[in-house]
């Protein structure tokens, strides 16, 4: 190899060579396989409603100014001095040939397995194609031929890839005519995002009233379809079912030129339309004036975008283990490195640093849309709203208040989650909190809808698009299967008609594209188009025996009897018990919770050691501040080597808030972490101390861990 090397740094290829060498390569390595993945996935500037402009730039950055740039670089270093332009020259192809060939080698047998190996040949592979740049005239000639690589990709994503059909939109959208809302009334919609009813129930399938007592406010007034499910995995796909009552294609795009008879078409000649989306633009500009996906600035827009493409990159060219330590991208639809910590950014981390700068806060959108309801004027209004909740990253609790963390979650396997049950509960235990602040955003809309006095006389909708998975050994936690449906088709759907005072259950099979017929019919609208749902008002609604879900593996197809969520949700009961989230203990454990610890028998200390993470968080707390350590976390450092995992309870300010057991246990440190009500937290200083817990009931003891 060193011969090889020496060898080649003796020879001299043409400039012209030097140039196209850099630029070929470039475009093989990044700007084509970053384009083809973001040209078939056009969703990504949907969901940032990137102007056309925007997709041109970026198409044009990539593909050509910045591979041609690149090469004319180190052209003029060549040109100005021979010797430190043939070394930069030789540094440039051979990263960007290692760089190629670790995505080749990603779709051999190589990947999935240990990194190195797959490392180490990506690194002689560009060894080798940057000495044959060198060596090889004939290679040189192919090289020359592919000078055209920048052209043929900018033209490939600009007018052949689903992409495409956003650069060259037209805003011209007819508006239908001759629409009758002959019993017109306020309309209300908001669509949580991956919301499984599972979470809202308990084994019996019985909304927990006092775990989430605002939807049981709504509930009172209103019908609970108990029985809905979606017929879409995917937001992009499920939220245009609901607002056009018909299922979906994977060819289309959710924006209105795709999907011109919808919600927003149908009432924009007698309505005020203010609507908010978050991954859709089906509210065409003459029916939202305001635009329902607001662009950011340029500079932020930008910083978000560029943010987002590095993080895309590296996980196109990162191997398997690497690529899991990557913010993940399948969290959200941008922003993908807020997604990556739940607390502050802890020393450089340059994704957290550019995103600083762009508004991430997804609390913001529904308290806008909340504070911009008002009463009807002229004409009756539609207020509609997708809001990115409880959608993870779960980093919020019922007050509204987020807490510290740092992804990925413990338990979490890539997409999926592994096969710790403890740990993948303790994950669910956070999306059940951020359920919690989904329930108070339903009470916040009520009593604005209450004070404006429009509560009563209103058609208000509150549904999810989907569901999410929460339980171990699941490949992929948003993935319909045969086994999953009970968590991602099964959602919430509560419907109040104008003037309902009463509220009912019903458990008739409805499916997302009822929605849309059902509030037409409510409204006294005859429907201007087909569609594939029926009105759940109709004295006969068509008698269904079984339904079917569009997902990434497929159409799933499964009963009608609803049993399918309550596996899920009785298990869910088993973990938490009926007190909500922060009932979560290891078996035999939940009567510690909320026990005065004066009141327990300590035997003699373990030969244990405690040190609790970041314990200046808890010298100084503002239980009114918006960041707040509700997750404790600590690791032990024993004498003797851990004979498996421990039960550990946790003492806040003189009571068990919590109680959890050990993981990443190695001979003799071991780590834990769990979650504490905010309600055990006090202004000021706080006390946390530990206990190691041996046995159950009256077997159990208890004996308190020395802290460091």
Not at 45 to 52: C, G, V
Not at 250 to 258: E, G, S, V
Not at 553 to 578: P, Y
Request: glycine share 8%; hydrophobic share 45%; net charge negative.
């Amino acid at each position: 190899m060193i011969s090889f090397l020496v060898e080649t740094a003796k020879r001299r290829i043409p400039r012209k060579d030097v140039l196209i060498s850099t630029t070929v390569l470039f475009v093989f390595a990044v700007a084509q396989p970053l384009l083809d993945l973001l040209g078939r996935n056009a969703e990504f500037f949907l969901a940032r409603a990137s102007p056309s402009l925007d997709l041109i730039l970026l198409s044009v950055l990539l593909a050509v100014v910045m591979p041609i740039g690149l090469g004319l670089f180190v052209l003029v270093v060549y040109r100005f001095h021979e010797p430190t332009g043939q070394i930069l020259h030789w540094v440039f192809i051979t990263s960007l040939g290692g760089l190629f060939a670790v995505q080749v080698l990603s779709k051999t047998p190589l990947a999935g397995g240990a990194d190195w190996p797959e490392i180490v040949l990506a690194v002689v592979i560009g060894f080798t194609i940057s000495g044959a740049v060198y060596r090889s005239e004939g290679l040189r000639s192919v090289f020359r031929i592919a000078a055209i690589a920048p052209v043929l990709t900018l033209v490939m994503f600009t007018f052949f890839s689903p992409a495409s059909q956003l650069i060259f939109r037209s805003g011209a959208i007819n508006q239908p005519a001759g629409i009758t809302v002959a019993d017109p009334a306020p309309v209300v919609i908001v669509i949580f995002d991956e919301f499984p009813i599972v979470s809202l129930i308990d084994g019996e399938g019985n909304l927990e009233e006092d775990i989430y007592p605002n939807f049981a406010r709504f509930a009172a007034d209103a019908t609970w379809y108990r029985n809905a499910v979606t017929v879409q995995q995917q937001s992009e796909r499920s939220v245009p079912v609901i607002l056009t009552g018909n299922n979906t294609s994977n060819d289309r795009l959710p924006f209105a030129a795709d999907y011109p008879a919808n919600l927003f078409t149908l009432l924009s000649d007698s309505y005020t339309v203010r609507a908010s989306e978050a991954v859709t633009e089906l509210c065409p500009e003459y029916a939202c004036e305001n635009r329902s996906r607001p662009q950011l600035p340029l500079g932020q827009r930008w910083r978000s975008l560029i943010s987002d493409l590095l993080v895309v990159y590296g996980h196109v060219v990162a191997p398997t283990e690497i690529r899991s330590g990557l913010p993940p991208i399948d969290q959200s639809w941008s922003n993908f490195g807020a997604g990556s910590s739940d607390g502050e950014p802890e020393g450089f981390d340059v994704i957290a640093r550019f995103n600083e700068a762009v508004d991430a806060d997804r609390r913001l959108p529904f308290q806008a849309f909340v504070d911009n309801i008002s009463p009807p004027d002229e004409e009756p209004t539609l207020d509609f709203i997708h809001v990115l909740l409880p959608h993870i990253p779960w980093q919020y609790v019922s007050t509204g208040q987020r807490f510290y963390s740092r992804a990925p979650i413990p338990g979490s396997a890539t997409t999926g989650w592994g096969g710790d049950e403890w740990l993948v509960n303790q994950a669910q235990q956070r999306h059940l909190l951020q359920v919690q602040y989904a329930d108070t955003m339903v009470g916040t809309l009520i009593d604005r809808l209450e004070e404006i006095g429009v509560y009563d006389d209103a058609l208000i909708v509150i549904a999810a698009d989907h569901g999410v998975i929460v339980r171990p050994n699941i490949e992929h936690r948003r993935i319909a299967l045969e086994d999953t449906v009970g968590e991602i088709a099964a959602v919430p759907l509560f419907i109040k008609l104008p003037n309902q005072t009463e509220g009912g259950i019903d458990d008739y099979r409805v499916e997302t594209i009822d929605i849309l017929p059902t509030l037409m019919d409510a409204l006294g609208i005859v429907s201007p188009w087909e569609t594939d749902g029926s009105s759940l008002l109709a004295e006969e609604r068509p008698e269904r025996t079984e339904s079917h879900i569009n997902g990434a593996k497929g159409v799933v197809t499964f009963g009608v009897d609803g049993s399918e969520k309550l596996v899920i949700s009785e298990r869910k009961i088993e973990a938490f018990g009926t007190g909500g989230p922060f009932g979560l203990a290891p078996e035999g454990q939940r009567d510690l919770i909320g026990m005065a610890i004066e009141d327990l028998v300590l035997e003699e200390p373990p030969d244990v050691t405690a040190t609790l993470e970041n314990q200046t968080r808890y010298t100084s707390i503002d239980t009114e501040a918006d960041l707040i350590p509700l997750l404790v976390s600590a690791k032990l450092v024993a004498a003797e080597p851990f004979e498996g995992e421990s039960v550990i309870a946790i003492g806040m300010n003189g009571r068990i808030a919590a109680v959890t057991r050990t993981y990443d246990t190695t001979a003799r440190t071991s780590t834990f972490y769990a979650m504490v009500p905010p309600g055990t937290l006090v202004d000021g200083a706080n006390i946390v101390t530990f206990y190691l817990v041996e046995g159950t009931g009256s077997q159990r003891t208890i004996r308190e861990i020395p802290t460091s």
